[in-house]
C-alpha cells in the first residue's frame, strides 16, 4: 500500500514562507507536514500536521504539487495553506523551530525535495506533477 504524505506552503502578509526545523535525521528545515493516517484525507492530515508542528490552525487551499516516487511507493501532495488562528506551541522531538523567512533567505540547511517544492509553489500556473528519482 502505498504512502500518502502533505505539505504545506504558508505565506505571511509580508511574503514570507514558514518552515519548520526537523529535531531528527538531517536536522534540515522544510515545510510543515507529514503523513496522512489510516482514515484521513489529506486535508484533515495538512492541517492535523501543521497544527503539531507549528500551534497553527490553517484552511487548506489549492493544490500546488504532486509528487510521485515510485521506489519508494510514496505520493505527496503539497497544498497552499491560510492561517485561521494559532495556539500554544513549543519545540518537541520532531520539530526543534519554527518560524517564517524570506524566499530569497531561507535558513540552512534546507531540504533539497522541500526547495523543489517551494519552487513549484513560485510557478504560476495549473498544479504540478512530477515524478521523482531516488536522492
Known amino acids: 500500500m502505498p504512502t500518502v504524505g502533505v505539505f504545506a506552503a504558508i505565506e505571511d502578509d509580508d511574503e514570507r514562507i514558514l518552515c519548520v526545523r526537523r529535531n531528527y ?37 489549492s493544490l500546488i504539487s504532486v509528487y510521485s516516487i515510485p521506489w519508494k511507493d510514496d505520493l505527496v501532495l503539497c497544498f497552499r495553506a491560510t492561517i485561521i488562528s494559532r495556539g500554544p506551541w513549543s519545540a518537541n522531538g520532531e520539530i526543534a523551530e519554527s518560524g517564517f523567512f524570506p524566499f530569497d ?25 512530477r515524478v521523482l528519482g531516488p536522492d
Do not use: H, K
Open 25 to 61: 535525521g538531517d536536522l534540515a528545515w522544510t515545510l510543515p507536514g507529514g503523513g496522512v493516517e489510516p482514515g484521513e484525507s489529506p486535508s484533515q492530515a495538512l492541517m492535523r500536521e501543521v497544527r503539531e508542528e507549528t500551534g497553527y490552525e490553517v484552511r487548506v487551499g
Open 105 to 129: 533567505r531561507l535558513p540552512q540547511p534546507f531540504s533539497r525535495r522541500a526547495l523543489g517544492r517551494i519552487d513549484d509553489l513560485r510557478e504560476t500556473g495549473p498544479c504540478v506533477v
